[in-house]
Structure formats: structure tokens, C-alpha cells
């Protein structure tokens, strides 16, 4: 089956697609601008992404159809890597390579210890001020679109988790980092915050996303790539999916007799046999498809908390 437009596929012919594309966002896009794209390509009816990348980075975007948008949260929680290029001497508005620059400072002479003293207090668990320029929200509305009025900003400081903060590689004016990282930590608060350390300033020249959980060594598509798929075959297309089930790897899994799904499904507690650590766990069915997500109290007891559409719709039949 043949697209009717190599640049634009059927729009009006949206289609029920459950699962997960992980692409390889390009840089220059935003991360809503490659969902779209990502989107129409597919011809999907509901989708989402796992967490905004900056216009200036590259890397693993997760693309959630359907029932897979239910468990986008849940990728958004998880840890990530990252690969930066930290630009010394140059503090920019918006931390990056895109911004205006703001002030220049002589490059110092960095030897191991140097940096080892600077990189030790940005590692564990820190207080980190998010950039101004930034899609976190602050009374209903992104950072960055009162940023972009000419508002003053006051950003909080927040609790955020750096399990990893290496330098792999330096030049002259430049570092290149591997960062990991929980959920709301960024990469360029972190080289910001590194370059007041070192004295000179920075902003981030490159950023990449490696990994997110649970895909840590992730089969990443790019956008031509799709786009090519989509010109000569959608069956070729539909290939790059991975079931939802993949997104769920991350997750304590409990599985369920066919009773026990349905009673779950009608909004019933269940009782666990078996005791399973509290805390939010994918559910799954007899014939190991996951009915979605649900949360296990202190004492084993088990509810809906997410359900996928077929666990509801079975249960009704």
C-alpha cells in the first residue's frame, strides 16, 4: 500500500494506532513540530511525546499512539542520559546556543582537579534553578513565552536527581559531558551552573539524548528515515512501532487470571495473593497483554489506576 503524496500523506484517513515510535528528533525542530510530523506520517488518531527536547537538541523522543499516550508519564518520570558540548567563556539568555549572548569572561587554565572540584557539587541530589527559557509552567503558562515578552522571570530553585556528571573529553574553550539524570533536571541549568563554577560562564553548543528509561539502548528513528518508510509501504512503516508492552519494561509487573481482570477492569480492589512492593505496577493479562497501569497500597491491595480500552472493553462483554 502506497501513500498518495510523498510529502504529505492522507490527513483526513486518521487511524486507531496503539504504540510507541522512538525517534531520533533532529536539530531545529521542536519536540511538538516532530510529534506532528511523526503523527502524520503514521496517520494516528492521538499522540504524544515523553518529555520536550530543546529546538538545538537531537535525540531519543519517544512518540506515544493511542492507549501508548496513557503510560507518557510514567516515560516522562524516568531517568535519561545525555551527551552535551559545554561552551566556556560565553553565558548566553537561554543557556544554550540559540540565545542572545549576555556576557564573555577569559577562559581559566583547567587541569583535572580544577574541574573534578567544579563537577563533584553538581552530582546526587542538588537545588537547581530551571532556565528562563524553558516549558515548565508558572501560573499556567511556559516560562519561556514570558521570557519571550521581555517579563521579568523568577525562577524557584528545585530538588533535582544527577546520578552521573563525567567529562569524556575537553578542548580549549570546550567540554563535552555524559550526563544521567532523573526526571526535571537540565542539562543546561547543569552547564550553566558549571561555568559560574569555573569562573568563566558556559552555555550548551551541542546536546544529544542518549537513553530513556526503560529503552536504554534504544533502535532510533529519524525522521527522513519514516518518511521514506511512509513514501513506499505503510506495512514498512508500522514496523518501527513497539508494542506498549516495551514502554512498561521499567514497571513491577502483575499478572492476572481472566476473573481478575475483569474485576479490575469494573473498578473492583483485588487482593494479591502474592505480595508485590506498593507503588504503581503494569497489569497484564492471561495472554501477556498489559491492561495498563495500576497502584498497589501498603497492605497488597490492588486498583485501576490506567486501563488500556480492550481491558475495559472485554470486561463489558
Not at 518518511?227 to 502483575?254: F, K, M, N, Q, T
Request: glycine content about 10%; aromatic content about 4%; proline content about 4%.
Amino acid at each position: 500500500m502506497r501513500f498518495s503524496d510523498s510529502r504529505f500523506p492522507i490527513a483526513h484517513s486518521r487511524r486507531a494506532l496503539h504504540g510507541l515510535v522512538l525517534l531520533d528528533k533532529a536539530t531545529g525542530l521542536s519536540s511538538n513540530q516532530a510529534l506532528q510530523q511523526v503523527r502524520r506520517l503514521f496517520r494516528a488518531e492521538k499522540a504524544g511525546h515523553t518529555g520536550s527536547l530543546d529546538p538545538l537538541a537531537t535525540g531519543l523522543l519517544p512518540i506515544c499512539f493511542g492507549e501508548a499516550t496513557k503510560i507518557a508519564g510514567i516515560l516522562l518520570g524516568e531517568a535519561k542520559a545525555y551527551e552535551t558540548l559545554a561552551r566556556l567563556g560565553t553565558t548566553t539568555d537561554t543557556d544554550d546556543a540559540d540565545g542572545t549572548v549576555l556576557r564573555e569572561r577569559p577562559l581559566p587554565v583547567l587541569d583535572e582537579a580544577t574541574l573534578e572540584a567544579a563537577l563533584a557539587p553538581l552530582r546526587g541530589r542538588i537545588r537547581q534553578r530551571p532556565p528562563i527559557y524553558a516549558a515548565l509552567k508558572q501560573g499556567g503558562e511556559p516560562l519561556y513565552a514570558k521570557a519571550r515578552r521581555g517579563e521579568v522571570v523568577a525562577v524557584a530553585e528545585r530538588d533535582v536527581l544527577v546520578h552521573r556528571l563525567q567529562c569524556s573529553e575537553r578542548g580549549a574553550d570546550w567540554l563535552r559531558l555524559q550526563v544521567e539524570c532523573g526526571s526535571g533536571t537540565y542539562v543546561r541549568s547543569l552547564v550553566r551552573d558549571l561555568g559560574e563554577a569555573l569562573g568563566c560562564g558556559a552555555h550548551v553548543a551541542e546536546l544529544r539524548r542518549l537513553w530513556v528509561e526503560p529503552f536504554r539502548a534504544p533502535r532510533m528513528h529519524a525522521l527522513d528515515d519514516l518518511r521514506a518508510l511512509a513514501e513506499r509501504d505503510s506495512d514498512a512503516l508500522d514496523a518501527c512501532l513497539l508494542p506498549i508492552e516495551a514502554g512498561l519494561a521499567g514497571l513491577p509487573a502483575v499478572a492476572l487470571d481472566r476473573e481478575q481482570a475483569r474485576r479490575l477492569a469494573q473498578g473492583q480492589a483485588l487482593r494479591l495473593g502474592t505480595m508485590v512492593g506498593a507503588g504503581t505496577v503494569a497489569a497484564f493479562g492471561e495472554d501477556g497483554r498489559a491492561l495498563g497501569l495500576a497502584q498497589i497500597d501498603a497492605v497488597g491491595v490492588l486498583r485501576a489506576q490506567r486501563l488500556f480500552v480492550w481491558a475495559t472493553t472485554s470486561a463489558a462483554c
